[in-house]
């Protein structure tokens, strides 16, 4: 059974960065894309980052020059660097990673910014 479970998530002040992992168990057939989501109370679950199999990355026009997706494939793990963050980047943060025809999630973890 496929298990994702994300980490890194907590309390941070505006300005401040923080680490999100997202690490995979169990088997997973080809793994493809690597994504980061978001939602916000309220607010509808939105794409925050991707990144291919080959590492091609794109960005929510809201978070680009300010957040880094990387992989580390022989960990099946997806990283988000979120540098200079804002009070408006406050969500729950999911992981999804694609594996042949699934989708695999995690459960989400928690960023709260605010001063």
């Known amino acids: 059974q496929v298990q994702l479970v994300e980490s890194g998530g907590g309390l941070v002040q505006p300005?401040?960065?923080?680490?999100?992992s997202c690490a995979a168990?169990?088997?997973?057939?080809?793994i493809g894309d690597m994504d980061w989501y978001r939602q916000a109370p309220v607010k509808q679950r939105e794409?925050?980052?991707?990144?291919?199999?080959?590492?091609?990355?794109?960005y929510a026009d809201s978070v680009k020059g300010r957040f880094t997706i990387s992989r580390d494939?022989?960990?099946?793990t997806v990283y988000l660097q979120m540098n200079s963050l804002k009070?408006?980047?406050?969500?729950?943060?999911?992981?999804?990673?694609?594996g042949g025809?699934?989708?695999?999630?995690?459960?989400g973890?928690?960023?709260?910014?605010s001063s």
């Open 109 to 113: 973890t928690q960023v709260t910014v």
């Open 47 to 58: 794409l925050v980052a991707s990144i291919t199999a080959v590492g091609t990355t794109n």
């Open 73 to 76: 494939n022989a960990k099946k």
């Open 15 to 20: 300005g401040g960065s923080l680490r999100l």
């Open 87 to 98: 009070p408006e980047d406050t969500a729950v943060y999911y992981c999804k990673i694609r």
């Open 101 to 107: 025809l699934q989708n695999y999630w995690g459960k």
């Open 25 to 30: 168990s169990g088997s997973i057939f080809s």
